[in-house]
């Protein structure tokens, strides 16, 4: 089973990251096209792909690959970073306006209209109008479940 890290690591990669983006939208999953469409030599080709593989991003069936279902859960959160990232000054604005002394005490139905005017994103609306708490509970679920695997 692949860690967090190992998908990281392996995303971390330019090369990589990119091979796995179009695997992941179709645009090209046959060997010889990937290798020619990024100028990568034999072996860099292979390395990433075993990677991608072994990481459990994406399968193989004869010559073509495919992304697997945990690749299209990972490609689903590169695609709401990069929607995020899209949007990094609306968000660090929505940050400004809510963390400023004046508005600290901001009732929520003001800070839902602040969020809906600035941001277009449903999925991102909706994660910053989610109670805090569940935010938290969910992070801090995680964090002893991963906690607790390292320390087993």
Same mark, same amino acid.
């Given at each position: 089973m692949p860690s967090i890290s190992d998908v990281l690591r392996i995303l971390s990669d330019e090369k990589g990251f990119v091979i796995f983006k179009s695997i992941s939208n179709g645009d090209e999953n046959r060997s010889e096209l990937i290798r020619t469409k990024f100028k990568l030599s034999r072996k860099q080709y292979y390395? *990433?792909?075993? /990677? &991608? +593989?072994?990481?459990? &991003?994406? @399968? =193989?069936?004869k010559a073509t690959y495919?992304? +697997?279902?945990? @690749? *299209?859960?990972? !490609?689903?959160?590169?695609? &709401? +970073?990069? +929607?995020?990232?899209? /949007?990094?000054?609306?968000?660090?604005?929505?940050?400004?306006? &809510?963390n400023s002394k004046e508005d600290h005490n901001l009732p #929520? #139905? #003001? *800070? !839902? =209209?602040?969020? #809906?005017?600035l941001i277009d994103s449903k999925e991102i609306k909706d994660l910053l109008m989610a109670p805090k708490n569940d935010g938290y509970s969910r992070s801090e679920a995680n964090e002893k479940s991963i906690s607790g695997r390292k320390e087993a």
């Open positions: 390395t *990433r792909m075993a /990677n &991608l +593989t072994r990481a459990g &991003l994406i @399968g =193989k069936d495919s992304v +697997t279902t945990f @690749g *299209r859960v990972v !490609q689903h959160s590169l695609s &709401l +970073t990069e +929607t995020a990232i899209d /949007n990094y000054w609306k968000l660090k604005a929505v940050d400004s306006v &809510l #929520e #139905e #003001e *800070r !839902q =209209k602040i969020v #809906e005017s």
